[in-house]
Structure formats: C-alpha cells, structure tokens
C-alpha cells in the first residue's frame, strides 16, 4: 500500500475525536508531502535539527509535534514554530522551552511525559515528580507554555494485557492531574499514547492523540540513539 493509502485506513480505523499525529522521523520530505497530500496535518519528529529542515521546507499549514527527549539547548531551533512538545519530562526543560518561547511571542503546548514502562530505557516522570512540578512556585510564574495534557509509551512485548495496564496507569495519571491542578481549564485535554503496534488498545483506553510511524511510512532503519 502507499503512503497515502496507508493513512486513509488508518484515519477509518479511528474514532474521529482521535487524532493522528503521522511520525515522520528519518522520512524524507517526498513521503511526508504524500502524507500531507491526503490531508494529514500533524506531523511527529525526535529529532530537533531534523524537524527544523523538513518545516523549512514543508507548507506552512503542518503542526508539528516534537516526540523526543529534547535536550536544553535543542529548544531555541524548533520554540519559533513547533506546536507542541509531547516529551516534557523536567522543570528545567520546561523553564527553557517557557523562555524561548517569549522570545518568539509565542505560547507553546506542552505535555508532560510519563514513565509508564516496565523498561529501563524510557524517559519520563512519575505522578509524584509531576505533581511537585505542577505546585512549585516556579511553575506557577511560567506564562509562556500551556500543559495540555500527558504522553507515555508503554512498554515494547507481544503482552497487550500489560500493555493495557500500562496505558490504564496514564489515564488514571491525567485524572488525577486534571482533579488537582487543571479542573477549570479545558486546554488540558490529552493523553498522548498508542503507537503502530498497539494504538487499538491505547484507544480503547482513552488515547486522544495516537504517534504512529511505521504503520504509515513503512520500517525505519534503526536510529543509533535516542536523543535530539
Ligand atoms: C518512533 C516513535 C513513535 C512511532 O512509532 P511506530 O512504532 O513507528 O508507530 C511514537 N512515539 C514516539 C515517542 C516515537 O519515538
């Protein structure tokens, strides 16, 4: 199947209040504009200096979405035109993207990343650290980001029973979030999670926004590292 092809099917097998965010990284320009060209939108990147060249080049109108552990001084390259950062995981780098984004007038979204995997690998925070963060004072002064939500990934294995739980752990997280910092506020409103393999599931569990790659875009060679 095409690229094209590839995200039509994938739109029907989504509820409509579900959205796709196409995860592009290591894709060249061509297969995104053949994304693009059936209407997708929302593109995902890991990659700072990556997601910089494609939206250089890319039509105006694509939201893009940064999914990777974003190192501090990665921030001033995407803060002019990234529409949200799903991989928030500490209050320092949320003091960065806060600042850069002043500089550009802007308001960025941001989610915060949890860890919800039985994995070692994985970044992110536990409910504790993110409660500390939300009632800190220096939060509380940042004007220039908005928490709209939360992300995870759940661990890699066949055991979607995990996998459920998993994902069951982050609905119960953003609930608790919503209860004690956010209840007025309709911005925060997504639970980022579900990949190509198991996106039925985190559906099934809530997903707002599902990150898919492969599924659209056919296997990736493998990245050496996980960071920006
Ligand atoms: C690569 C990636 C995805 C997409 O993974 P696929 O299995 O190719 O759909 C989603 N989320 C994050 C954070 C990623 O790094």
């Known amino acids: 199947m095409t690229i094209a092809e590839n995200i039509l099917v994938l739109k029907k097998q989504l509820p409509e209040k579900v959205r796709l965010v196409a995860v592009s990284k290591t894709k060249p320009v061509s297969a995104l504009m053949e994304a693009y060209q059936v209407g997708q939108r929302m593109f995902g990147e890991n990659k700072a200096l990556e997601m910089v060249s494609k939206q ?27 529409a949200c950062i799903h991989s928030v995981d500490s209050l320092r780098l949320l003091c960065e993207i806060d600042k850069e ?39 509380s002064a940042l004007q220039n980001i908005t928490i709209t939500g939360v992300m995870g990934m759940a661990t890699f294995t066949d055991d979607m029973d995990q996998v459920r739980n998993e994902f069951r752990s982050l609905r119960i997280i953003f609930n608790r979030l919503k209860t004690a910092f956010f209840q007025d506020q309709p911005t925060f409103r997504e639970i980022s999670m579900g990949m190509s393999d198991d996106f039925q599931v985190a559906v099934e569990e809530g997903s707002t926004m599902v990150r898919i790659g492969s599924t659209i875009f056919g296997a990736r060679i493998l990245q050496k590292s996980m960071s920006s």
């Open 56 to 82: 250089a080049v890319m039509p105006e109108d694509v939201e893009w979405h940064f999914i990777g552990h974003l190192q501090t001084n990665k921030v001033k390259v995407i803060a002019p035109f990234v």
């Open 101 to 139: 984004a002043r500089k550009c007038g802007r308001n960025i979204s941001c989610l915060l990343q949890f860890y919800i995997a039985s994995e070692e690998t994985k970044f992110g925070l536990d409910l504790d650290e993110a409660m500390e963060l939300l009632g800190s004072e220096i939060f």
